[in-house]
């Protein structure tokens, strides 16, 4: 069975506005990733969080981890029109070297309306 | 320049026919992936590469057959295709951070959306 599972599925706001996005997933990690998939695009990374750490910022982004909950959130601060996109969390698990796999959520699509 | 690289963009071809698609990176990178792309969007990795040698082999077709040349390129050979196998199929590369453990970022090619009819 699938390890992330996004929640919203959909989520519609206001430019401007927070959008949040929460993550759960199933068994212990060594990382949480959250990428973004434009339409019709390949997916572009966006921020790593190690199962040791608790929250990271980039930008406007803000994402936490909470191990014992098994869960992540993506929080993008006043967002924009380009934010318009599906968003994905994908898991890292602990196993060694190059046969980590990262294992993908189904993804939440974002729209941001101007 | 494009990162990862992924040609044809669009591929449209009958059951029972054999396709290739072909992938390539320039960010110097051991790892490369294949994923599959459904209509309800949910990726499923297919097949990982480290250094030209098959790591991680999901549940997949023995139909579809990955082949790696050298490490920069990813080519993914699909034969008898069926209507099952209509999705976007994208390549991915990373590299292992090898300082610390195994976390690391994939770079995504646009992907090819392969419709069999």
């Known amino acids: 069975s699938q390890q992330g599972e996004e929640d919203p599925q959909a989520l519609s706001i206001q430019e401007g506005e927070n959008a949040t996005m929460n993550c759960s997933y199933k068994?212990?990690?060594?990382?949480l990733q959250w990428y973004r998939q434009n339409s019709g695009r390949g997916l572009v990374h966006l921020i790593l969080i190690r199962s040791n750490e608790r929250e990271k910022h980039s930008g406007r982004l803000r994402v936490t981890l909470d191990t014992s909950k098994k869960s992540s959130s993506l929080l993008i601060t006043a967002s924009r029109a380009a934010d318009t996109a599906s968003y994905f969390c994908a898991t890292g698990l602990k196993s060694t070297g190059a046969n980590s796999k990262l294992t993908f959520g189904k993804g939440i699509t974002l729209s941001v309306r101007p | 320049d494009t990162a990862v690289s992924q040609t044809p963009k669009y591929l449209v071809t009958q059951m029972g026919n054999d396709k290739s698609i072909k992938c390539e990176q320039n960010?110097?990178?051991?790892?490369m992936y294949w994923y599959k792309q459904d209509s309800k969007k949910f990726l499923k990795i297919m097949f990982s590469?480290?250094?030209?040698?098959?790591?991680i082999n999901e549940t997949v077709p023995n139909r579809f057959s990955p082949k790696s040349p050298d490490k920069a390129h990813l080519n993914l050979h699909i034969n008898s295709l069926e209507l099952g196998d209509s999705a976007v199929y994208f390549c991915?590369?990373?590299?292992?951070?090898?300082?610390?453990?195994?976390?690391?970022?994939?770079?995504f090619g646009p992907g090819t959306r392969l419709t069999v009819t």
């Open positions: 960010l110097g990178h051991d790892t």
């Open positions: 068994t212990s990690i060594n990382n």
């Open positions: 590469y480290n250094n030209k040698e098959l790591i």
């Open positions: 991915a590369s990373s590299q292992v951070l090898t300082s610390g453990g195994n976390a690391y970022e994939q770079y």
